[in-house]
């Protein structure tokens, strides 16, 4: 302890320049959204890095898991092409059956968190593969989430699992629409909340993507009413999901580019590029 001590009162000059020093670049970040951005994007690179590495280490030792899975998914994919009937009662993600508007690419969870309130993933794909913010980010399950920040190799999502996420979603059966949201409680339940009291709100009844936003597909599973309750003005219900995905175990994704944002988005901003 008393050499720790020493070595403080011989460096006391240095330490306070670096104390000084980092805590002005915190403030030139966190004041400037240039700075901020190339910040996030440089950590990105750098966790990016060690990440991968790490992901690819553990897919070597998850071989046999993985071919299991993927022998399941042929399956899978085989009962649909030879008994289309097969699909009807079965909650899975089919990226033929959306309009050619929506363009898939593949990507791998590096890492992922889901025991916080803002919860992110990171995923192996950026700017390079055409990866943008504000793309929606889905498994074959489901929704995880929307592309927040990206870098040249790297991008993060802001999971579904983040008290910051809004997402339209509606009841499947009869397009009563309102927000998903996460209460920050549990990590295998969200809230879908303003769909109002006249709607039919069964126990069991699924939740999908509303296409009410130029993210996701109208259609995408979300999960499956576990419970419901008024709110405080007793007009709309309060809604337990509990959801498709288990997202303390997402490895294999799909972002979603809708090719037509642009368009949608000077008609709906025909301000904006004048």
Do not use: C
Not at 22 to 51: D, P, R, V, W
Not at 136 to 147: L, N, P
Not at 183 to 211: M, R
């Amino acid at each position: 302890m008393q050499q720790i001590i020493n070595f403080i009162i011989r460096n006391k000059t240095f330490l306070l320049f670096l104390l000084l020093f980092s805590i002005s670049l915190s403030f030139t970040i966190q004041s400037h959204s240039y700075h901020k951005s190339k910040f996030i994007n440089s950590a990105n690179f750098l966790t990016g890095g060690i990440y991968n590495y790490v992901s690819n280490v553990n897919r070597y030792f998850s071989l046999k898991k993985q071919n299991d899975i993927l022998a399941q998914e042929n399956n899978r994919l085989k009962s649909i092409l030879f008994n289309s009937k097969s699909t009807k009662n079965q909650n899975y993600i089919d990226s033929l059956s959306f309009s050619h508007t929506y363009k898939f690419t593949s990507g791998i969870v590096l890492k992922n968190s889901y025991s916080s309130s803002k919860n992110t993933l990171l995923l192996n794909k950026g700017s390079l593969d055409s990866i943008k913010e504000d793309f929606g980010v889905i498994s074959t399950k489901g929704i995880v989430g929307i592309i927040d920040h990206t870098s040249k190799h790297y991008a993060t999502v802001l999971s579904i699992l983040n008290t910051s996420s809004k997402i339209s979603a509606q009841l499947k059966k009869t397009n009563h629409f309102g927000t998903l949201t996460w209460n920050g409680i549990s990590p295998y339940y969200t809230q879908l909340l303003d769909i109002p009291k006249i709607a039919p709100v069964k126990v069991g009844d699924t939740i999908v993507s509303s296409g009410r936003s130029s993210i996701f597909p109208k259609g995408i599973p979300v999960g499956t009413i576990h419970d419901f309750k008024l709110d405080a003005a007793e007009n709309y219900y309060e809604i337990n999901v509990k959801l498709f995905n288990d997202m303390t175990n997402i490895e294999y994704v799909y972002v979603i580019e809708n090719t037509d944002i642009q368009e949608i988005t000077n008609l709906l901003n025909p301000n904006k590029n004048e």
